[in-house]
């Protein structure tokens, strides 16, 4: 049988709280704008640190920081996972009888440590709020969550199930071998050693779960978002394509596009817009790419294209350089104004329209920024 040290366990427990903190804190500050919650993961695991380092001093420090504060602090950090963990899944709930139940467990370790000591009675008491505690996350996580949203949550479900296990083999073993228990924490018997290196590899796997939510959830967002750009690129009432910077390649055009201009989609991507002969001038064009090395977009610039038929339309022109990946691609938007230059009041209606689609563009670049910047991380 392999015998394990506890206070060699305990500085395992701390080194693992210390890095699962730092962890998260870097997940809240990539995410902090993004998902509820996160600050009290970091809140969470600091606590859990904090408890670990109280216990690993205890007879060097007081006894009420050693047991009562330290015990407080691993229960409190539980709680507050549980309570950040359904604030990101955006089902906040009321926890007054968790806050109730966590000071009544207080008041036992306190009475069982200063007036009557009774690591027995500790024990058992610290097995079963986590008990309790680790029921309520298997509950929340594999029923309240449904559908979808449960590959989400179903891992850190599983992860509590195995945590329940624990801690009612914990109780069972101390109810029935209480008279084995001394008042000594670190010269606890095999099991409890055992039970407390199981805590620390479910810390690891309740660290590895959050971050794994957090990741399907930035990845069904992108997805989401992705598709709300798709829509509004496909179904946007003005022309709009997606072209290479370097050499005006292009991506991707939308309806609106290929109904003014008569090229398909098959027919106009992959090509570049010389290819296509849409520029009525080359010159515009070097304006145009010059505008853009300048300022990065051009705005309400009247450029002459030629359709495929053949016929010549003026088109308000619209650019932003976008990069993706590091390269640079253009979102270009271009209105057919060429019966309108000469009526005072279409183009007034059309400047009002106009407002409206360039906040959108705005909004649509953005969306790809983020969508760039998520992916990166």
């Given at each position: 049988?392999?015998?394990?040290?506890?206070?060699?366990i305990?500085?395992?427990?701390?080194?693992?709280s210390?890095?699962?903190t730092l962890?998260?804190?870097?997940?809240?500050?990539d995410?902090?704008?993004?998902?509820?919650?996160?600050?009290?993961?970091v809140?969470?695991?600091?606590?859990?640190?904090l408890g670990?380092?109280?216990?690993?001093?205890?007879?060097?420090?007081?006894?009420?920081?050693s047991?009562?504060?330290?015990?407080?602090?691993?229960?409190?950090?539980?709680?507050?996972?549980?309570?950040?963990?359904?604030a990101?899944?955006?089902?906040?709930?009321?926890?007054?009888?968790?806050?109730?139940?966590?000071?009544?467990f207080?008041?036992?370790?306190y009475?069982?440590?200063?007036?009557?000591?009774s690591?027995?009675?500790?024990?058992?008491a610290?097995?079963?709020?986590?008990?309790?505690f680790?029921?309520?996350?298997?509950?929340?996580?594999?029923?309240?969550?449904?559908?979808s949203?449960?590959?989400?949550?179903?891992?850190?479900?599983?992860?509590?199930?195995?945590y329940?296990?624990?801690n009612l083999a914990r109780?069972?073993?101390?109810?029935t071998?209480?008279?084995n228990?001394?008042?000594?924490?670190f010269?606890?018997?095999?099991?409890?050693?055992?039970?407390?290196?199981?805590?620390?590899?479910?810390?690891?796997?309740?660290?590895y779960?959050?971050?794994?939510?957090?990741?399907r959830?930035?990845?069904?967002?992108?997805?989401?978002?992705?598709?709300?750009f798709?829509?509004?690129?496909?179904?946007?009432?003005?022309?709009?394509?997606?072209?290479?910077?370097s050499?005006?390649q292009i991506?991707?055009?939308n309806?609106?596009?290929?109904?003014?201009m008569?090229?398909?989609s098959s027919?106009?991507?992959?090509?570049?817009?010389?290819?296509?002969?849409?520029w009525?001038?080359?010159?515009?064009?070097?304006i145009?790419v010059?505008?853009?090395?300048?300022?990065g977009?051009?705005?309400?610039?009247?450029?002459k294209?030629?359709?495929?038929?053949?016929?010549?339309?003026?088109?308000?022109?619209?650019a932003?350089?976008?990069?993706?990946?590091?390269?640079?691609?253009?979102?270009?938007t271009?209105?057919d104004?060429?019966?309108?230059t000469?009526?005072?009041e279409?183009?007034?209606?059309?400047?009002?329209?106009?407002?409206g689609?360039?906040?959108?563009?705005t909004?649509?670049?953005?969306?790809?920024?983020?969508?760039?910047?998520?992916?990166?991380?």
């Amino acid at each position: 049988m392999i015998f394990l040290d506890l206070k060699t366990i305990f500085i395992s427990n701390i080194a693992i709280s210390f890095i699962c903190t730092l962890i998260f804190v870097s997940l809240w500050l990539d995410n902090k704008n993004i998902f509820r919650g996160l600050s009290l993961w970091v809140a969470g695991m600091a606590a859990q640190l904090l408890g670990s380092l109280l216990i690993l001093l205890r007879g060097i420090i007081p006894d009420f920081l050693s047991i009562v504060i330290a015990n407080l602090f691993i229960v409190g950090g539980i709680l507050v996972f549980y309570i950040g963990f359904r604030a990101f899944m955006e089902k906040p709930g009321r926890q007054i009888v968790n806050y109730i139940l966590l000071a009544f467990f207080g008041g036992v370790i306190y009475y069982f440590s200063a007036i009557t000591p009774s690591l027995y009675i500790r024990t058992v008491a610290l097995a079963g709020i986590f008990l309790f505690f680790s029921l309520q996350w298997v509950w929340f996580s594999l029923y309240t969550i449904k559908g979808s949203l449960r590959r989400l949550t179903a891992g850190i479900g599983f992860v509590f199930i195995v945590y329940c296990l624990a801690n009612l083999a914990r109780i069972i073993v101390a109810i029935t071998g209480s008279e084995n228990i001394g008042n000594d924490f670190f010269a606890s018997n095999q099991f409890d050693t055992w039970i407390v290196f199981v805590y620390s590899l479910l810390i690891i796997l309740i660290a590895y779960n959050l971050i794994l939510s957090v990741n399907r959830r930035l990845s069904v967002q992108v997805a989401f978002q992705e598709e709300k750009f798709r829509t509004a690129f496909r179904e946007a009432p003005y022309a709009v394509l997606f072209t290479h910077f370097s050499n005006g390649q292009i991506v991707d055009i939308n309806k609106s596009f290929s109904e003014m201009m008569g090229y398909s989609s098959s027919e106009a991507v992959g090509k570049t817009t010389l290819e296509l002969g849409i520029w009525l001038n080359f010159d515009d064009r070097k304006i145009f790419v010059d505008q853009l090395s300048a300022g990065g977009s051009i705005s309400n610039y009247n450029f002459k294209y030629k359709t495929k038929s053949g016929k010549i339309i003026i088109g308000a022109t619209w650019a932003d350089v976008i990069e993706v990946g590091n390269e640079q691609y253009i979102l270009s938007t271009i209105i057919d104004v060429t019966e309108d230059t000469n009526d005072k009041e279409s183009l007034k209606k059309m400047n009002e329209f106009l407002v409206g689609r360039e906040i959108k563009m705005t909004e649509l670049k953005n969306k790809i920024k983020e969508l760039e910047e998520k992916n990166k991380s």
